[in-house]
């Protein structure tokens, strides 16, 4: 799979898929944080107890471990960052299938690309990095092999993007 894709002035990262059984897990985790506090919510509610406050705050934070839990497991599974250049704009996005996070925005006079090199040295990723020359520098999340980032780094370079 190819994670670098460059499509007119939209650049997209794709984010490796884990293996299966950690999409499973993650997936798993996320059916049960939301499951368990509303099934014992539920038997409560139907053996004859109140609705309290306390009930409610309950119900609150297990939404919040289930949105988080969520957002992490599509990320995992079909994540990307999209980032579209204009001649003065950077836009970034992170999608996650079935939402994406707000707009950012950054202005910029010249973009110079390199990347940073994360993870272990044997495993040869990084993630790339846009100089905005205007005191500004971006770094995306995704992980990608340190060759293909090599490769697209000096292709966008001589550019003169």
């Known amino acids: ?9 939209t650049l997209i990262l794709r984010v490796k898929k884990s293996n299966l059984f950690s999409r499973i897990v993650l997936y798993l985790i996320t059916i049960l944080s939301v499951a368990l506090p509303l099934g014992g919510f539920l038997m409560n509610l ?5 609705l309290g406050f ?13 949105f988080f839990t969520l957002k992490i497991s599509l990320w995992n599974t079909y ?5 579209t250049i204009s001649k003065t704009k950077l836009e970034y996005t992170a999608d996650y299938n079935w939402f994406k996070d707000k707009i950012k925005e950054f202005d910029y006079r010249h973009i110079t690309y390199s990347f940073k090199q994360v993870g272990y040295e044997e495993d040869n990723k990084g993630v790339l990095v846009l100089d905005l020359n205007n005191g500004g520098v ?10 293909s980032l ?3 780094i000096s292709k966008m370079n001589n550019n003169g993007s």
């Not at 306390?54 to 289930?66: A, D, E």
Request: proline share 0%; aromatic share 8%; hydrophobic share 45%.
């Open 1 to 9: 799979m190819n994670q670098i894709e460059l499509k007119g002035d």
């Open 46 to 50: 139907l053996n004859g107890g109140e």
């Open 54 to 66: 306390f009930n409610l705050i309950v119900l609150l934070l297990s939404g919040l471990i289930f």
């Open 79 to 83: 994540g990307k960052e999209i980032i």
């Open 138 to 147: 971006f770094q995306t999340v995704t992980k990608i092999d340190i060759e």
């Open 150 to 152: 090599n490769d697209f």
